[in-house]
């Protein structure tokens, strides 16, 4: 998903795609383990987290606000935000949605998380590539704090290095809810 971060005073293109080696150890440690034949990632972008998946024979949908992946076979160009396709059969949602530029003060992947439960359901199993502030960077009056206690059960956390996504340096992990049989951690060593 591209976004130009205008928010600070070195502007930048937040266009982060996924590395290869997060693909390859999610299909080894993560995809393996679930009986997937329907994907949906709602910031597709490229298609480098769900690319592996298709050549597998799963049936991938897609949103993004570019066109810019050739690998979705039911592709929506929209703002996740307002997503309103009823779809149906999914059995696991990956994304790597854009960290920040939103103009209000709720990250990025808070609300694609949330919107993906709104769409699905609170067990629908889910790859997220999120900053670590998205989880531990909050009060005890957090309203987040709270939702991701309560609601929303984290399987497995993957811890990745600072420097894995080339260009760009910043405190990532993958959080993986509703998937059973996994490690708690797991460290992704490039």
């Not at 960290?99 to 209000?104: A, L, R």
């Not at 600072?162 to 490039?190: A, R």
Request: hydrophobic letters at 40%.
């Amino acid at each position: 998903m591209k976004h130009i971060n205008k928010n600070h005073n070195d502007i930048k293109n937040s266009t982060v795609y996924t590395p290869k080696v997060i693909t390859d150890f999610l299909m080894k440690e993560v995809y393996s383990k679930l009986n997937i034949k329907k994907v949906f990632d709602p910031a597709i972008g490229s298609g480098n987290l769900v690319r592996d998946l298709k050549e597998q024979g799963v049936y991938i949908i897609g949103n993004d606000i570019e066109d810019v992946c050739d690998c979705a076979d039911e592709f929506y160009q929209s703002d996740f935000e307002q997503f309103d396709k009823k779809l149906k059969d999914v059995d696991l949602v990956v994304m790597n949605p854009p960290f920040n530029g939103h103009p209000k003060k709720k990250l990025f992947p808070e609300i694609f998380i949330d919107k993906v439960f709104e769409l699905f359901d609170s067990n629908i199993p889910v790859v997220a590539i999120v900053p670590t502030g998205w989880r531990i960077n909050q009060k005890v009056t957090s309203k987040r704090w709270r939702k991701i206690r309560d609601n929303q059960k984290i399987s497995s956390l993957i811890t990745l290095p600072l420097d894995v996504f080339e260009g760009v340096q910043f405190h990532t992990e993958i959080v993986i809810f509703n998937v059973d049989g996994l490690e708690p951690h797991y460290f992704l060593d490039i």
